[in-house]
């Protein structure tokens, strides 16, 4: 396998994709395996016994989206029917999921294809091949579903094929090629969404609330690390100790022209309206609350004074 692809197209994923390849992946593994639930199913480094146990939970299906000049941009994919015993696909499904989503999606083709592993295999080809009479160079879209947890990268690839001469022969060969994560505001949503949903171990919010502000604290943690590199470079820079950059000094340069931005009156003026609503907010909560706990006192102690009054006749009440 080549190291990279030399096409020189440009491919945007949208996350739409990576969702359903996802779920497709935990259905068929609990579907499977269903004595073991899905979070239970995590590979490690050391793991690769749970894998190799269940060969037959690889999944595979389409993806589709569009491609203007030497832009690729996946926006969506469908499952597809595929037996890995005899290397043959289900043709009549293949061709009715494209009947559907054309009506639905009229500009959008089938770009390629999708499965779930660590790499690509030599098998993988046989699928790959089968899908060129409907795209002559389909894209293969790799999710692996190992969890790493030092990983900082999406565990997704994308593979395109090329014929390179070996030993004499010519054969296609998966190349990898870069991609970049392409969203929309109701992607955006979307994601944001499935990542603040109740966890299905019945965790509480309070641990949802710890592992939304350890994420916050990770990325902040980040972002430090990485002015403090920026600004030991400056200041190696000034003190002649590394080589002057002029395209660097403009980007740092530019990017420190947006601080001002922050300070000004209309920012200040802004930020206070949005403080102050909120903590209206807040305080109209709490007097709510409060009504409510009183309301419910009162009921109480009226059905408590009706029954006393019932059993030893009308006394005064102070």
């Not at 690769?48 to 030497?70: A, M, N």
């Not at 998966?174 to 171990?201: C, G, M, N, Q, W």
């Amino acid at each position: 396998m080549a190291s990279s692809s030399s096409s020189g197209l440009t491919f945007k994923l949208h996350p739409l994709v990576i969702v359903n390849i996802s779920d497709h992946y935990t259905r068929v593994k609990s579907q499977m395996n269903p004595s073991h639930a899905p979070h239970n199913n995590t590979v490690n480094n050391g793991g690769d016994s749970v894998v190799s146990s269940l060969p037959s939970s690889r999944v595979y299906g389409c993806v589709i989206g569009v491609q203007k000049g030497r832009t690729v941009e996946i926006f969506n994919s469908f499952e597809l029917l595929y037996d890995p015993s005899t290397n043959s696909l289900d043709r009549p499904f293949l061709e009715k999921k494209q009947e559907l989503y054309k009506k639905v999606f009229p500009h959008f083709y089938i770009l390629g294809w999708y499965s779930t592993g660590s790499d690509a295999e030599e098998a993988d080809m046989h699928i790959h091949k089968a899908l060129m009479d409907i795209n002559e160079s389909p894209v293969y879209v790799l999710l692996n579903p190992a969890i790493n947890h030092s990983q900082k990268d999406l565990p997704v690839s994308i593979f395109e094929s090329e014929l390179h001469v070996i030993d004499g022969i010519p054969q296609l060969i998966f190349v990898h090629s870069s991609y970049t994560i392409e969203t929309v505001e109701a992607e955006r949503i979307s994601v944001d969404h499935v990542a603040h949903l109740k966890p299905s171990d019945g965790g509480s919010a309070a641990t949802q609330l710890a592992a939304n502000l350890t994420g916050i604290h990770s990325a902040i943690k980040m972002l430090h690390s990485r002015i403090k590199v920026l600004h030991h470079y400056l200041l190696a820079m000034e003190k002649e100790e590394v080589p002057r950059e002029n395209s660097l000094l403009r980007q740092v340069s530019s990017l420190l022209r947006r601080l001002p931005a922050i300070e000004s009156g209309k920012f200040q003026d802004d930020f206070l309206m949005e403080y102050n609503d909120t903590l209206l907010i807040s305080y109209l909560a709490m007097l709510t609350n409060c009504s409510s706990a009183m309301n419910d006192l009162v009921d109480k102690f009226s059905t408590a004074y009706d029954r006393h009054t019932r059993r030893g006749g009308r006394t005064a009440f102070m």
